[in-house]
């Protein structure tokens, strides 16, 4: 079957420190695999996201390579800062966008 | 363009009534996606639309839930013999042709 796991957090880290979470995904065929970011208060949203593998999603600093050998996808972050904070969820996508799943997330604290 | 929305945002129900919630996708997303998410974990998928198909629906559903898109437009989402079980937020995406979803803020049900 199809299914996401990724680090659970808490995750705390001091500002301009780096940041890795970590998923790994099952899946069956070629997923698309995906990073959405939920603030305080606010709804979900994508982040980043890979359709094949090797490839290498970002945005706002934010860095993720779909590893088809290790079945991995870790967000990576060479400086946060404090507005990063928020919970990150893993996603994959199979069946051509008809169904997402979703990692149980992960809380990141930065602070000052 | 203002976003997906829900309503209510809110429900608190007794045990064993029915409940409906509704979701207003953004305009021209022709995907529709229902998700449940529990107090940490990640957004579990529910169903999905394809204008007003239903393509996908989770094996995890029960009998007890039911959601249309009349017309491919706005959707609903009912549950019918509510569960203390049942509490959750309850969220809806939208997406065009590409695979970014659009989250609507939720609806959280409390079942007493």
């Known amino acids: 079957g199809n299914s996401v796991t990724q680090m659970e957090g808490p995750v705390t880290l001091s500002e301009e420190a780096f940041l890795t979470i970590n998923c790994t995904y099952t899946?069956?065929?070629?997923?698309?695999l995906f990073w959405y970011v939920q603030y305080p208060g606010e709804g979900l949203q994508l982040l980043l996201k890979a359709t094949k593998a090797d490839d290498k999603g970002s945005n706002k600093g934010f860095e993720a390579t779909y590893r088809k050998e290790t079945t991995s996808f870790h967000l990576e972050k060479g400086s946060v800062q404090v507005s990063d904070s928020a919970v990150y969820f893993c996603?994959?996508?199979?069946?051509?966008?008809?169904?997402?799943?979703f990692g149980s997330g992960t809380k990141l604290n930065v602070k000052p | 363009d203002t976003g997906v929305s829900q309503n209510p945002r809110h429900k608190i129900t007794k045990r064993g009534q029915n409940v409906t919630f509704r979701c207003d996708p953004i305009s021209e997303h022709n995907r529709l996606y229902w998700y449940r998410q529990t107090l940490g974990q990640g957004p579990e998928f529910l169903t999905y639309f394809q204008n007003e198909a239903q393509l996908e629906k989770s094996r995890l559903l029960s009998d007890r839930f039911s959601a249309e898109r009349p017309k491919g437009s706005f959707s609903t989402l009912e549950i019918q013999r509510t569960e203390q079980g049942d509490s959750a937020m309850y969220l809806c995406a939208s997406s065009s042709a590409e695979y970014e979803q659009y989250f609507g803020p939720g609806t959280r049900l409390t079942v007493t």
């Open positions: 899946a069956t065929g070629y997923p698309s």
């Open positions: 996603a994959l996508s199979a069946y051509n966008f008809n169904k997402f799943y």
